[in-house]
């Protein structure tokens, strides 16, 4: 099977992390966040990346765009989402979870025209948030150090495992045809990146150093996700 490129990236930045963490770059002593130096690099180049490319186009898009279109556009990807959800529920042995997920993908590629409505959601079928870094932690399989990988972003070591295998999974990274795979790939970047645009002001208002806000904040959420909203208090885990 020949990779699109979204595979061909991720794998040499994800043995670009794995080589600093390796040894490659100097620790910080910092036992969540090892490799700071490193981090703060790649931190100010995706920053740099955003401001210059990403978010203006983004800004465009929102600009051009209406609501109700965006919102489609939203609901057509989390569609394609979902079919992932549903398998990591159900590599976790979260069955019923799994049957929900697929209920919403039948549903709304049904009724909600391919997903650009999302039908099942007014139905009462809940939206789940699974990806294999988290079904590795269901598994047993530490965090590991806290990393951020070039265009990707905030990820730890287990999380970087598991967006390998997400972008192997990933449908519309998958799809044969060149043209329409990149199209739809650019439209989802842009997408996700209006969604946002409410955390940039509330990053902008709250932080001091963006960098450590974002980190803790990605942390934090990351193991509220792993443990379903119910986390364990940090003494009772690793």
Not at 156 to 173: F, I, P
Request: proline share 5%; glycine share 8%; net charge negative.
């Amino acid at each position: 099977m020949r990779k699109s490129n979204v595979q061909r990236l991720a794998t040499p930045l994800l043995v670009l992390a794995a080589a600093c963490l390796l040894g490659g770059c100097a620790t910080s002593g910092n036992p969540k966040d090892p490799i700071e130096g490193f981090n703060r690099a790649m931190f100010a180049f995706n920053d740099g990346l955003d401001k210059v490319i990403v978010k203006p186009v983004a800004q465009g898009y929102e600009a051009v765009l209406p609501q109700p279109a965006r919102n489609g556009v939203t609901n057509f990807f989390s569609n394609i989402d979902d079919v992932f959800i549903a398998l990591n529920n159900l590599l976790q042995g979260k069955v019923p979870e799994a049957i929900n997920d697929i209920g919403r993908v039948l549903v709304n590629t049904t009724l909600g025209v391919l997903g650009f409505m999302d039908v099942a959601s007014d139905l009462g079928i809940d939206k789940h948030e699974e990806d294999f870094g988290q079904t590795l932690a269901y598994w047993g399989v530490g965090n590991g150090a806290y990393v951020v990988l070039p265009l990707f972003g905030p990820r730890t070591v287990r999380d970087s495992v598991g967006l390998a295998v997400d972008v192997a999974g990933d449908a519309v990274a998958n799809i044969s045809r060149v043209p329409t795979r990149n199209s739809l790939l650019a439209t989802r970047i842009v997408s996700d990146r209006v969604e946002l645009f409410s955390a940039d002001k509330i990053v902008e208002e709250a932080a001091l150093d963006r960098y450590s806000y974002i980190r803790d904040a990605y942390l934090q959420r990351r193991r509220n996700l792993i443990y379903d909203g119910s986390p364990p208090r940090e003494k009772e885990t690793e």
